[in-house]
């Protein structure tokens, strides 16, 4: 028989569980800006959309691991682990059917994580060829980009990188960011 203190465990929170999913929410709206499809060509799809809220949440997890203490990289895991619970709820509301979630989730946090180094080491090089490169090729999926977006899309990553640079650990930890 389970211990009382065993079950408490079990239905505490993590400390930055809340803010990881206002800081999650508030990547997501800065992503859903309209000028990213209509200006720049990002396709206004399922792809396109998780392509963009991916870029926003490598470039705000970046930041906070940059922090290098232990609430900091807390918080970071916290977004991540916020997104992806976004991701399989998302999937299961596209009729997709539990033995196929876990496989589909799985899918995207790796395609994640490989994105999230990619754009961190183009960042960290100031390797703007790098990052439009890696943008390019993910964003537009292999498809041509229409011309100058994929670097307009590299530049306002490196601007976001910088906004969110000049931000402070108590602003995060509240769970707000702003984004370029």
Same mark, same amino acid.
């Given at each position: 028989?389970?211990?009382?203190?065993?079950?408490?465990?079990?239905?505490?929170?993590?400390? !930055?569980?809340?803010?990881?999913?206002?800081? !999650?929410?508030?990547?997501?709206?800065?992503?859903?800006?309209?000028?990213?499809?209509?200006?720049?060509?990002?396709?206004?799809?399922?792809?396109?959309?998780?392509?963009?809220?991916?870029?926003?949440?490598?470039?705000?997890?970046?930041?906070?691991?940059?922090?290098?203490? %232990?609430?900091?990289?807390?918080?970071?895991?916290?977004?991540? /682990?916020?997104?992806?619970?976004?991701? /399989?709820?998302?999937?299961?509301?596209?009729?997709?059917?539990?033995?196929?979630?876990? %496989?589909?989730?799985?899918?995207?946090?790796?395609?994640?994580?490989?994105?999230?180094?990619?754009?961190?080491?183009?960042?960290?090089?100031? /390797?703007?060829?790098?990052?439009?490169?890696?943008?390019?090729?993910?964003?537009?999926?292999?498809?041509?980009?229409?011309?100058?977006?994929?670097?307009?899309?590299?530049?306002?990553?490196?601007?976001?990188?910088?906004?969110?640079?000049?931000?402070?650990?108590?602003?995060?930890?509240?769970?707000?960011?702003?984004?370029?």
């Amino acid at each position: 028989m389970p211990r009382p203190m065993a079950l408490f465990g079990l239905l505490r929170r993590r400390p !930055y569980e809340r803010m990881g999913f206002e800081l !999650y929410g508030a990547a997501v709206a800065a992503a859903r800006a309209p000028e990213y499809y209509a200006t720049l060509g990002v396709p206004d799809t399922t792809a396109g959309r998780f392509e963009l809220i991916s870029l926003h949440v490598a470039v705000l997890i970046r930041r906070l691991r940059r922090f290098a203490d %232990k609430p900091a990289q807390e918080l970071a895991q916290s977004v991540f /682990d916020a997104m992806f619970s976004d991701m /399989d709820v998302t999937i299961r509301e596209m009729g997709v059917g539990d033995l196929g979630v876990g %496989k589909r989730v799985k899918f995207l946090w790796e395609g994640f994580h490989g994105r999230a180094q990619v754009y961190a080491t183009a960042l960290d090089a100031e /390797d703007m060829a790098g990052l439009e490169a890696a943008i390019a090729r993910n964003v537009w999926a292999g498809q041509p980009p229409p011309e100058g977006s994929a670097a307009a899309l590299a530049a306002r990553a490196q601007a976001m990188a910088a906004t969110l640079e000049g931000q402070g650990f108590e602003g995060f930890a509240a769970g707000q960011a702003r984004f370029a």
